[in-house]
């Protein structure tokens, strides 16, 4: 069965925005399989993000991985990464659509809300990242 990984970022901790996303993820009727709640290291979000290391937006997204805690969940279901895909949005807050959860909630990036693996490979990695092998 397929799997992702879904985080729950700092902006959408400190607006008690939780429960909400939670919900939407539920309301599609896909499997929270695990779930828990960390505060990122400097180093653990420098890895976690290394492929955009050099980019002119990498030091702010490290600092604002690391300003909060985060929710960390694995989402398992047929096609799930791509149904989770749609469900919270473009990356972009504002090219995001309403009716998704970056488009209801987020206005500008960094602070978008919500983080999905974007692939089979990296959603792997992302869950072997936070969850270790199994
Ligand atoms: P995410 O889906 O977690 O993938 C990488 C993150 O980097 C992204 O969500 C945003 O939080 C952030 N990001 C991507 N592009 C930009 C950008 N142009 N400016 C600022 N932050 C960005």
Redesign the pocket.
Known sequence: MERTLV?I?PDAVRRKLIGKIIERIENKNLDIVKMKMVKLTKEEAEEF?KE?KG????N??VE??TSERIVVMVIEGENCINIIRKL?GK??PAEAEPGTIRGDFAL?????V???S?SKESAEREIKFFFGEE
């Open positions: 985080i970022k993000y955009h980019k002119e937006f990498y702010s997204l604002f991985m919270i990356t972009d500008k990036l960094p602070e978008n919500v983080h999905a974007d």
